[in-house]
């Protein structure tokens, strides 16, 4: 039986209430919540294939490398070849656009993998009728691909494999599968713009553009009265940092610099993911997070918690400058190369719903799964980004690098980050934290076996490996996989260049977030009048650049055959479609704050009880008239935010109402398509 006392402490900070997202609790009240589900369960066969594929890998990996097949060498694209895999989405027009947009990474990476798989090669794209299909698990799609379990086979499917879509489209569990056998990365950017920009600075680094000095950086808050990053500093980052400098961890000796406890703070973060960026960075800290529904979860959720936050003893809404998110990121940030690891909760990405939840149906941690808003800007940096971030999906749990009474465990760390330090790609170096994962859920299958067969097993066991199976697994890398740190030979001052900014229509393709209830600590009330989106002044405060494709329709000869119940269907929307082009003259969206939000009352139009705090009104003509709250004679930047965030999603709201009505004549007279 374990001999630990003392209660647990979690990674995670409420951005709203500035307490942990999960309060420390007893042993005794964890293992509750973690073992109980397990005993007795009846596994789906999408989760027994999954757990047969772990235990296969966990006998492999005993006897070899699990990755390709023996003899391919891990760093050679023409071996180990390169995949892209889309998901097979109605919405053509928008795919089409990102794939233009990330084309010149698409052509580098079908020239160093040999060419295409058809004629030989070993560059493969998933798209159209190859492409993933809604629902599919791992197994459904390598299936399809004539793919069974066991090392990869090069010759039928490349070894590094870029998902290009939302985790809501192509689930973070589909991803967590395929990368138990193969190296995966995942993007998903905003706009074309930063899709291009990316491509752009990989093809660059890979161009002979890029050579970086050795350098890495190891940031670590602790902060006072936490329990969770003091353990993370002295067990995780100061073991990292020591082993680092020693001139036998690489074949190269590196220049280590190291931002412990009360350096850590964001402005030093700030120089780190500016002009100061290293070659590589690693982060240990708290990730922020806010409830479903709060509007600032999209933005700053995996936001990385300073030094400058005091601690738990702190409670109220955590400000800006306690935190570095993606709006930290300044537009002339020198980034461009750099690979960065992060340790904290949601540093990657956010699930619909909680993978450390009871059997059922557990509540929902945001609207929709997501990708973190911090390592999206860092890759899609326009004036040349990082190559890849490495994050956790989920929370991030100690029993990453802390076991029980065995104390500091962190060869999965030292052994992934020597790989990328040698040059090795980041999809490659991951595979240390896919082996983890496979050992622990083997253990974990084979305690609950004994469980189940009337054994006895010790509980606190049982509950540290699904916890340590669950944060294993969640380890994903935000970029192309193949790509790799670009090194100069020798320790000398080199001048890290800048890429051109790429002018692109900024049309957004992420689909707009639903909308979201305002925060407890300040209601507000919105007032939305939903109108033809236009493109505002640039530059104006609050305006929502907006660049809408033309549609057009192709009608063949069979739509002269529909039922003429579809045709009444398809003008009926038509008419719609063209009076809300004809009618509608502006966006407006007014902002209205309240001390008591039972007083608030809504009719004709107009809110009673409550106060105008901010309005902005766009034009047909492009004019936009913007009113701006201030506070004791400077600008509300909470309340400016959150009627920002709304005016914006209003403009994406009407976009896709019109878009669903037309895709729906297109749907409803055969023969219809878009082009």
Known sequence: MSSFEAPLSFNGVNGSTGRYAIDPMPLEQFRDIAVGPLIHREDTPAEKEHKGELKRRRARDKQTNYAPKAGVDLKNLKQTGWGVIFANNPDKASTQAIYEALSPLLKLREEQAGGNHKAGGRYCEYLGPDAYRQGETKQDFLMRHKVGPGPVDTDVIPYYLLIVGDPETIPFRFQYQLDVQFAVGRIYLDTLAEYAAYAQSVVASESGTLALPRRAAIFATANDGDA?????????????????????????????????????????????????????????????????????????????????????????????????????????????????????????????????????????????????????????HPRGGALAVIGHVERAWGCSFSWDDAGSQTEVFKSTIKYLMEGYPVGSALEFFNGRYAELSSDLSSQIEEVNNGRDVDPYLLSSLWTANNDARSYSVIGDPAVRLWLVEERKPESRPVLETITMPDIQVQAAAPEKPAPAAQPVAQSTDFAEPQQPASGQPGSARFNAAMVDYAW????????????????????????????????????????NIDDVTYDGGKFTGAKLRAMTIASLDGNTKVCVPEQQGTVDDALWKIHSDTFDKALANRVEMLKTAAAAIASLVPGGKLL
């Open 228 to 380: 969770a990053t003091k353990m993370s500093l002295e067990q995780l980052a100061r073991p990292l940092a020591e082993w680092a400098e020693k001139p036998a961890t690489t074949k190269q000796p590196w220049v280590v610099q190291k931002y412990l406890g009360n350096e850590a703070t964001k402005a030093r973060l700030t120089r780190l993911l500016g002009d100061e960026a290293p070659a590589f960075l690693f982060t240990a800290s708290h990730g922020m997070m806010y409830d479903s529904g709060d509007p600032r979860q999209f933005a700053q959720q995996g936001a990385l918690l300073c030094q400058d936050w005091p601690g738990p003893e702190f409670e109220g809404p955590t400000p800006n400058s306690f935190f570095f998110g993606g709006d930290d990121v300044a537009a002339d940030a020198k980034i461009f190369g750099t690979i960065a690891m992060h340790f904290a909760c949601f540093g990657a990405g956010t699930p619909h719903y909680s993978d450390f939840s009871p059997p059922g149906q557990p509540p929902a941690m945001a609207p929709k799964s997501f990708l973190g808003r911090l390592p999206q800007k860092l890759i899609g």
């Open 556 to 595: 063949g000869d069979s739509a002269k055959a529909a039922a003429s119940s579809l045709k009444d269907a398809a003008q009926t929307i038509g008419a719609w479609l063209a009076e809300s082009f004809q009618t509608v003259t502006s966006v407006q969206v007014s902002t209205y704050v309240s001390d």
